[in-house]
């Protein structure tokens, strides 16, 4: 675990928000926000160099505390070592739950081989399980907390060439409905965004591009304003809670329609 520091002053009566597969794009956006926001974060994926790079730039950014942890969501083992490390932090209000398996092209069923198949599921919904059975029992205990699971237009719909991410986002999707219908009720929020069209960067880095390719106007959606919806999600009032929401730009098409 790598912690990363900025005095922000405020009294640390919140939990931990805790984001699963951070990375540039909307991971660290989340983070971010809720870091903002005054929470303790621990952000985790693989690769700890460039997760501690980034905690760096959150805590100082935001003067808060961010705690940079190792896991790797397809590894049970690798899971539970994570959580051990996140739980000695404090209680965990937040989980967010972003890892995917990310292919880079569409490939042909008949030359998927099955390991890809199986690793695309354990990162997308095995790790999903596993980390919410991390830390749902102290959020019913206290009867609080928020999961949110991020999902994408391969969520609803089958796509040609993409039956490993498809079939791990359905099932995520499954999940999420499951885990709210029993849990809702024990004052855990349980959520699944569906992010329909491509992340890209977020306007404040993107800007000297955008303004010279003439206003940013690219269809992407901005994961600075997509980890607004998140914590909007976080803190609604529990007499109207959101379990599905889809996110698109503006611009662009209807995906899933
Ligand atoms: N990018 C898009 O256009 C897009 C569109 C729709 C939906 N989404 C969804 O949004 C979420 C975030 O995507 P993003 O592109 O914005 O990425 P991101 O949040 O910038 O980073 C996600 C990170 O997850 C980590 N990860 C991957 N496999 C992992 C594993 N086995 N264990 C732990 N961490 C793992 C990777 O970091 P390490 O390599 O360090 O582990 C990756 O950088 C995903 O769930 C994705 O399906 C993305």
Request: hydrophobic residues 40%; contains cysteine; charged residues 20%.
């Amino acid at each position: 675990m790598i912690r990363s520091t900025a005095s922000s002053g405020s009294s640390q009566q919140q939990g931990i928000a805790a984001i699963v597969g951070v990375g540039p794009k909307l991971g660290r956006s989340i983070a971010g926000k809720f870091a903002h926001e005054g929470y303790t974060v621990a952000i985790l994926a693989r690769d700890l160099g460039r997760l501690s790079r980034l905690a760096e730039e959150i805590a100082s950014e935001e003067k808060a505390q961010v705690f940079a942890i190792r896991i790797d969501c397809s590894d049970s083992k690798s899971v539970r070592d994570a959580f051990e490390t996140v739980l000695s932090l404090g209680f965990v209000e937040v989980l967010v739950y972003n890892a995917n398996y990310q292919p880079p092209n569409p490939t042909s069923f008949q030359s998927l081989p099955l390991e890809t198949f199986q690793n695309s599921l354990a990162v997308s919904t095995v790790g999903a399980f596993h980390c919410a059975q991390q830390v749902i029992p102290s959020m019913v205990e206290r009867g609080k907390g928020t999961i949110l699971f991020t999902g994408c237009s391969a969520s609803l719909n089958g796509i040609a060439g993409y039956s490993q991410l498809c079939c791990g986002k359905f099932a995520l999707r499954g999940l999420a409905q499951c885990l709210a219908r029993e849990f809702q009720p024990q004052g855990v929020h349980i959520a699944h965004v569906i992010i329909d069209g491509v992340v890209g960067l977020p306007r404040r880095k993107s800007l000297i591009v955008a303004e010279r390719s003439g206003g940013g106007e690219d269809g992407t959606l901005d994961p600075d304003a997509l980890a607004q919806t998140y914590w909007q999600l976080h803190v609604q009032d529990k007499n109207a809670w959101t379990q599905e929401m889809d996110l698109r730009n503006s611009s662009s098409t209807f995906r899933f329609f």
